[in-house]
């Protein structure tokens, strides 16, 4: 199985890309999972429809290529991160080639506060509904992180973390299979 990671935010020090990281390092037998970058897209404009550059078909490729995203992202100003919804539209045109159509996918959050992703994960669950992706329901999962969740290396030093991303993970394999089952 092979699932693909997309990191809402750019930023090197972002604490959803260590949170991406701690997946693919958790990630069970038999399951491949890297990160799709979007940090080459330009801003989209329906300008590119007749001929998409590289970056963009790269990009929608990558999606394609995957059996399952996993979507772990900040929230910026109540929604999702500008470039996110940037790179989600490029995945979705041109019109007749949405590249979630149909895709499992998951959604994760991580903030220093209790529940700082809930409102991006209601914003990113209602464009998922429009490209026809397929999202998990359950578990949802807005992760409080703290400087002490990480080890220096990047691997996960909160036990209870830890169980939280393992069972997760756990829920998204469940979820691909069971949409591989209904469509098979």
Not at 105 to 111: D, E, N, Q, R, W
Not at 126 to 147: C, D, S, V, W
């Amino acid at each position: 199985m092979r699932i693909g990671i997309i990191v809402g935010s750019q930023s090197s020090t972002s604490i959803n890309r260590q949170v991406a990281k701690a997946l693919i390092g958790l990630a069970p037998e038999g399951v491949e999972m890297a990160e799709i970058a979007w940090n080459e897209l330009p801003i989209y404009t329906p300008d590119y429809d007749a001929d998409y550059p590289a970056a963009g078909r790269e990009w929608k490729s990558a999606i394609e290529a995957s059996d399952a995203i996993i979507i772990v992202s900040p929230e910026y100003s109540r929604s999702i991160p500008g470039g996110l919804k940037n790179a989600l539209d490029w995945a979705a045109r041109p019109w007749g080639t949405n590249s979630f159509n149909g895709k499992p996918v998951a959604i994760l959050g991580a903030s220093g506060g209790a529940i700082g992703t809930a409102a991006m994960q209601q914003h990113l669950r209602a464009i998922l509904g429009h490209f026809n992706a397929i999202t998990m329901g359950q578990p949802e999962t807005f992760l409080q992180i703290t400087p002490s969740s990480f080890g220096a290396n990047g691997e996960v030093a909160d036990e209870a973390l830890g169980t939280i991303l393992e069972g997760y993970l756990a829920a998204v394999v469940a979820h691909v299979e069971r949409f591989a089952q209904v469509n098979a």
